[in-house]
C-alpha cells in the first residue's frame, strides 16, 4: 500500500515557474512507476510525465518545459513546471504503479489528493 501527497501548487502568471512534490509512503517506493496527471474542469485525467529508475516519458505539450525527478532517499517525485502556460491550469495529481511505464490513468493504482495550478494570462 501507498499513499502518496501532493503539495506545491498554485496561482501563477504565464510564463512563470512552479515545482509539485509528491511524497510517498512505504519501504518500496524506488521500485514503482511514478506518474503525474491532470485533470482540467470537464476533460478526461491526462498523464504528463512519469518516470521509472531509468526511463522518463512526457505528454508533447509539456516538452522542454517540464522536468520529473525523483528522490528515492525521500520517497518525493517532483515535477518542475517552467515557461507556464494559462493551458496548463489544472488539478495535478501524482499516481504510483507496478510494472512498465503507463500513459493510462486505469493502469496507476495510487492517487494522490491532487493540487491546483492556475496559470493566469
Known amino acids: 500500500q501507498v499513499q502518496l501527497g501532493e503539495s506545491g501548487g498554485g496561482l501563477v502568471q504565464a510564463g512563470g515557474s512552479l515545482r509539485l512534490s509528491c511524497a510517498a509512503s512505504g519501504r518500496t517506493f524506488s521500485t514503482y512507476i511514478m506518474g503525474w496527471f491532470r485533470q482540467a474542469p470537464g476533460k478526461e485525467r491526462d498523464l504528463v510525465a512519469a518516470?521509472?529508475?531509468?526511463?522518463?516519458y512526457y505528454a508533447d505539450s509539456v516538452k522542454g518545459r517540464f522536468t520529473i525527478s525523483r528522490d528515492n532517499a525521500k520517497n518525493t517525485v517532483y515535477l518542475q513546471m517552467n515557461s507556464l502556460k494559462p493551458e496548463d491550469t489544472a488539478v495535478y495529481y501524482c499516481?504510483?504503479?507496478?510494472?512498465?511505464?503507463?500513459?493510462?490513468?486505469?493502469?496507476?493504482?495510487?492517487w494522490g489528493q491532487g493540487t491546483q495550478v492556475t496559470v493566469s494570462s
Open positions: 518516470i521509472s529508475r531509468s526511463r522518463f
Open positions: 499516481a504510483a504503479k507496478n510494472g512498465l511505464v503507463g500513459r493510462l490513468e486505469n493502469e496507476y493504482d495510487y
